[in-house]
């Protein structure tokens, strides 16, 4: 599979629907929505952008946790890269295309928060009880 090839139209209407319903306070949508979001996860690849064969981990808060950037296209991927050279963390940076479930060793990490989608646009995080 190519980059070009990698788009997630119904993951960004998951996004803004979770958003949209969290503004008017539904919970119970917002639970219906992560269920929905949790099953395209496992279906669906992403752009996974990795360093030596790793994800790039980026430091969230303090005590060493972090969360890892992921991109639901090939437009987001080249913003977010350069959000990365902005920021001098794009040297030797690379991508992989896949599920999420190929990073599994990731959600057994204490200090791993979850994934960033679209990092230059700071759109959600997929916290790790959706993975």
């Keep these: 599979m190519k980059i070009e090839e990698i788009e997630n139209p119904e993951f960004k209407n998951y996004m803004n629907l979770a958003y949209m319903q969290g503004e008017n306070n539904n ?11 949790k099953e395209y996860i496992d279906e669906n690849p992403f752009i996974i952008s990795v360093e030596n064969g790793e994800p790039v981990k980026i430091p969230y808060a303090n005590d060493g946790e972090y969360i890892v950037p ?8 080249s913003l977010g890269m350069q959000y990365f050279s902005l920021n001098e963390m794009a040297e030797n ?12 060793k990731l959600r ?5 928060l ?3 989608v679209n990092i230059s646009s700071v759109s959600y995080i997929i916290n790790t009880s959706l993975l």
Aim: zero cysteines.
């Design 27 to 37: 919970r119970e949508a917002v639970l219906k929505i992560e269920q929905d979001m």
């Design 70 to 77: 992921i991109f639901t296209d090939e437009r987001e991927y």
């Design 93 to 104: 940076k690379g991508y992989v295309i896949e599920k999420l479930d190929y990073f599994k």
């Design 108 to 112: 057994e990490d204490p200090n791993f």
């Design 114 to 116: 979850g994934f960033l």
